[in-house]
């Protein structure tokens, strides 16, 4: 393992000439944006966060997070229209745009990396106004807490997590972000340590001092907030496939988990039906939040309806979105039998006989006592379905209002025949196993 860990290295941690090169764009940055922010008695200072100001970035990856910090006095309209202003201001000789998170901020691209000019209040630790307070002080936090060999671990853990496909905690991804690397180093001592405790992880296991309970998968507590866990965002299937990363790295080290990934697909994606529809421009946070809760929300009507949805995924492009479900059947039997309460329970019985007496085509008591209705189903073809369900009870279906004029234009069809690169790849990811991390 340790030959492995020393070649990974190589990736993980930056060059002397990387280092200078990203050295200039910092200081590039900060001039343009504190020469914009002294215009403004309401802005109390700057600050460089994240990955880059505690030493723990990636040469493939790594923002640069300007924060404007505000008074607190500040009404929040202006934090957010003054906080524009001098992203704007600053960065325009990069072509910069708006994205989102709980506020608005600023973001464009200087030579090859991302610069964010961010708002957040000048508060007191612990007395956040908004979600963005916090990261001037996990930076502090981690630059003292984090010794040299430690923020190397940090490295190694998150190109462990990229070559995963778990690691960024945008609503797209909802991985495992910087900061929980960071906070799991910390915990833990190592990059191999960490793997270790991951890959014994039981349900609800708690990392860090919680002030309270709570009821997600893992609980990863924030160093600088008892409250709050930044498990709560990491999704279920993400902390799977770390704990079964974790195990096959483990039992057989090799470079791969850190570079590329195998995938084998065996299955055909004629079973994944594909719902596209263009969408009006908004942040990337907004649209990935309304598809997938779109998604989600049209997955548990097929199920109810019969058509058994084993995986489902979205992919946005700049105008368009997919929502693809993998079924086990695009088609449904004739006949459908519903399972009755057993005989003894006369009162129930009778409600049920009640219910479905007309609709049903035979009527008996199976050989566990329940009485069963063989009855015709009302959906058999599930293109039909999905075309009745989104034409005709758009406003039942879950889809988030946000997105229910959109997704009324819509066109339906199997994978195989979809048009669209970004709709092949994700219908070949529902269909494909992942050997690096399913291995024997």
Same mark, same amino acid.
């Given at each position: ?21 990203? %050295? ?40 640069? @997070? ?9 009404? *929040?309209? *202006? ?32 030579? %090859? ?99 309270? *309970? ?118 449904? @039997? ?33 050989? @566990? ?65 992942? *050997? ?5």
């Amino acid at each position: 393992m340790n030959q492995i860990l020393k070649q990974a290295t190589k990736y993980t941690i930056p060059s002397e000439k990387a280092q200078k090169l990203k %050295d200039a764009i910092v200081e590039q940055t900060i001039k343009l944006v504190q020469k914009e922010a002294t215009k403004y008695s309401q802005v109390s200072g700057l600050e460089v966060v994240g990955s880059y100001a505690k030493g723990t970035w990636l040469p493939q990856r790594a923002d640069i @997070d300007v924060f404007v910090k505000f008074q607190t006095s500040t009404p *929040e309209k *202006e934090f957010v229209e003054i906080g524009k202003k001098i992203g704007f201001a600053a960065l325009k000789d990069f072509e910069p745009y708006v994205r989102y998170a709980e506020h608005p901020f600023v973001e464009a691209q200087i030579k %090859d990396t991302k610069v964010n000019v961010v708002p957040c209040y000048d508060v007191q630790e612990g007395q956040w106004k908004s979600s963005a307070d916090r990261s001037p002080f996990h930076t502090k936090f981690m630059i003292n807490a984090l010794s040299g060999m430690m923020k190397n671990e940090v490295r190694l853990l998150k190109a462990f997590l990229k070559a995963n496909d778990i690691y960024g905690a945008e609503i797209a991804k909802q991985g495992f972000s910087g900061y929980v690397a960071e906070v799991l180093v910390l915990n833990f001592g190592s990059f191999e340590n960490v793997l270790r405790e991951i890959s014994q992880l039981k349900a609800g296991q708690v990392i860090g001092k919680a002030a309270k *309970e709570f009821d997600s998968k893992i609980v990863i507590m924030d160093p600088i907030d008892a409250n709050r866990n930044l498990g709560a965002a990491i999704s279920t299937e993400n902390i799977g496939r770390f704990v079964l990363s974790a195990r096959a790295f483990l039992r057989k080290p090799s470079i791969s988990f850190f570079t590329s990934k195998k995938k084998t697909t065996k299955l055909d994606t004629k079973n994944v039906l594909v719902i596209s529809f263009r969408y009006k421009p908004r942040s990337p946070d907004i649209i990935w939040g309304q598809v997938k809760r779109a998604a989600t929300s049209i997955s548990t009507q097929m199920n109810q309806a019969g058509f058994t949805v084993l995986k489902r995924s979205a992919t946005i492009t700049t105008d368009t979105a997919a929502l693809l479900f993998l079924l086990q059947s695009k088609e449904l @039997d004739k006949y459908q039998t519903r399972m009755g309460p057993e005989f003894f329970v006369s009162e129930h019985v009778e409600k049920f006989i009640g219910a479905n007496k007309k609709k049903s085509l035979a009527m008996w008591v199976n050989d @566990d006592g329940k009485v069963c209705s063989m009855q015709k189903r009302q959906n058999t073809d599930a293109k039909i379905f999905l075309k009745k369900l989104i034409q005709n009870n758009i406003e039942k279906s879950g889809v988030p209002a946000g997105l229910k004029s959109e997704i009324k234009k819509f066109k339906i069809a199997s994978a195989n025949a979809a048009k669209g690169k970004s709709i092949k790849e994700a219908a070949r990811d529902l269909v494909s196993t992942d *050997e690096t991390i399913f291995s024997t």
